[in-house]
């Protein structure tokens, strides 16, 4: 079966750094997204992992392990907008870049 | 560049209509995905038409329906509309090529009572 899970909700203070794990099972691998959803708003897209390793873009790192089915998207420097919800998202096979399959998403809550 | 448009952005319906959502891509993006957004299941994927045709399909049944137009605009319908059909209905757009990210619209509330 398909399964990706995370952490339900996280809590860190104005400034810290947080790190927001995804593990996944799926039939096949083609790449895991992550992206960010404010209340009542579209999710917008973070970041693209195909192969292992970090990839940094600002404040926001992702990380992926394939063999160990494992993703990690870092925060640095929280702000209270990054208050939102963190989307898992796996690309489980070839040509399906856009079937993608979501964990239920992490709530972060960021306190002064 | 405009973004992702969907209409309408709020909907409620009695069980058992029909209703029918839009969407429009970003203009060049020829893949359309549909996903279904509740607190108690996350983002769904319901479907996903490249060029006109249905590329991919998720686990829904028949009642949810789809197609696109060949201006890459695409209607998602649900018949016999079922409570546990409340939900958030959210499009996506790409270029459907590898390692291109997928851009959201803001989605359709759909209520069902």
């Known amino acids: 079966g398909q399964n990706i899970d995370q952490p339900t909700e996280m809590t860190a203070t104005e400034g810290a750094i947080v790190q927001i794990n995804c593990t996944y099972q799926t039939s096949g691998f083609n790449g895991l997204f992550w992206y960010q959803q404010h209340a009542g708003e579209a999710p917008t897209f973070l970041s693209y992992n195909v192969l292992d390793g970090l990839e940094e873009k600002g404040r926001f790192s992702s990380f992926l392990s394939r063999s160990k089915g494992y993703s990690y998207l870092l925060l640095k420097e929280l702000q209270m907008k990054d208050s939102a919800s963190y989307l898992c998202a796996v690309a489980p096979r070839a040509g399906g870049y856009n079937k993608l399959i979501f964990g239920a998403g992490t709530r972060l809550a960021v306190h002064p | 560049k405009a973004g992702v448009t969907q209409t309408p952005r709020y909907l409620i319906k009695t069980r058992g209509q029909q209703v029918t959502l839009s969407c429009s891509p970003i203009?060049?993006?020829?893949?359309v995905s549909w996903y279904q957004q509740t607190p108690g299941q996350g983002l769904q994927f319901l479907f996903e038409y490249f060029s006109e045709t249905q590329r991919n399909k998720g686990n829904f049944p028949g009642r949810f329906s789809g197609r696109q137009f060949s201006n890459s605009r695409s209607e998602m319908n649900v018949s016999t509309l079922e409570l546990g059909d409340s939900a958030l209905y959210l499009c996506?757009?790409?270029?459907?090529?590898?390692?291109?990210?997928?851009?959201f619209g803001q989605g359709t509330r759909l209520t069902v009572v």
């Open positions: 996506a757009s790409s270029q459907g090529r590898a390692d291109t990210e997928a851009f």
């Open positions: 203009s060049g993006h020829r893949s």
